[in-house]
């Protein structure tokens, strides 16, 4: 017989930490009431083997034989993957943005004629996009103001009397926007101008004073001082002239002042 601390020793070996007796052991300590109750259904634990030597005989016939665990294999759940946040790889072109691409700018669009009257020359914005009639409102005032300023009232062509007309063409892919604009007007000019010099050259109209001058209407009744060209006055457009007559005072009172030019001084 095997005192009680032995026996303990051994339960707790195999690790077995409630049990009952099938009969009374000799030298045991009284059962305690609460292990009589019936215990709940333990959840299957692997046992593993004792490490302790074989018992002796007589505890394999008087202890009663441990009931083997049942391990209930459970449905594996697959451990959740560790997430990632995935961020975008920076490019060049995301980190540099293309650049925009200028929106291709409309070809303006004018016909001036070139006239001659005493010693200043007149680049003059054509209302209707044709060269001037006799009996043109737009070419009568012009008359009126050639005699204002005590110059012939009878402008002259100059060249072939071809107005100068833009865009040169209505397709392709030539270059036909402002800038390539006022070159053109200003190369024909010059190459008027250098034959027959003027004292003063009149920009009439806006087109006139944008593509000649590099104005704009902030010039009206102003001079202007142009490289290759020499000085110039910028005048409101014949037909701006006619729709708003409030404009011929400010007009005469400009006109005194820039008459010196080539009307000699008496």
């Known amino acids: ?26 030298f045991a300590a009284p059962s305690r009431a609460e292990l009589l109750q019936p215990l709940p259904e333990p959840e299957p634990q692997v046992v593993a083997p004792p490490v302790a030597a074989a018992a002796p005989a007589a505890i394999r016939e008087e202890a009663p034989a441990p009931r083997p665990s049942i391990e209930v294999p459970r449905p594996a759940v697959p451990m959740p993957k560790p997430m990632i946040k995935s961020e975008p790889a920076a490019t060049e072109a995301e980190e540099t943005p293309a650049p925009t691409r200028a929106a291709p700018v409309a070809p303006p669009r004018f016909a001036l004629q070139l006239l001659r009257a005493g010693d200043c020359a007149l680049l003059v914005e054509l209302p209707t996009g044709e060269s001037f009639q006799s009996r043109d ?85 102003r001079e202007l001082t142009i490289d290759g ?22 007009l005469w009172q400009a006109m005194r002042r820039v008459m010196q030019r080539w009307k000699p001084a008496v």
Do not use: H
Not at 10 to 21: C, G, I, N, R
Not at 160 to 179: A, E, K, M, T, V
């Open 1 to 26: 017989m095997i005192e009680e601390a032995r026996r303990r020793a051994y339960l707790t070996a195999m690790q077995v930490v409630s049990w009952l007796p099938r009969s009374v052991l000799p």
């Open 137 to 221: 409102p737009a070419y009568l005032l012009l008359k009126d103001l050639l005699r204002a300023a005590g110059l012939p009232d009878s402008p002259q062509q100059v060249g072939d009397g071809s107005p100068i007309r833009w865009p040169l063409l209505s397709r392709g892919n030539l270059d036909q926007g402002p800038d390539a604009a006022r070159d053109y007007v200003q190369g024909v000019l010059a190459g008027q101008l250098e034959s027959q010099p003027c004292a003063c050259l009149w920009l009439i109209g806006l087109p006139a004073i944008r593509f000649a001058g590099e104005g704009d209407a902030d010039s009206y009744n």
């Open 229 to 250: 060209l020499g000085p110039a006055w910028a005048l409101p457009g014949l037909e701006l002239l006619m729709d708003e007559p409030e404009r011929k005072r400010e």
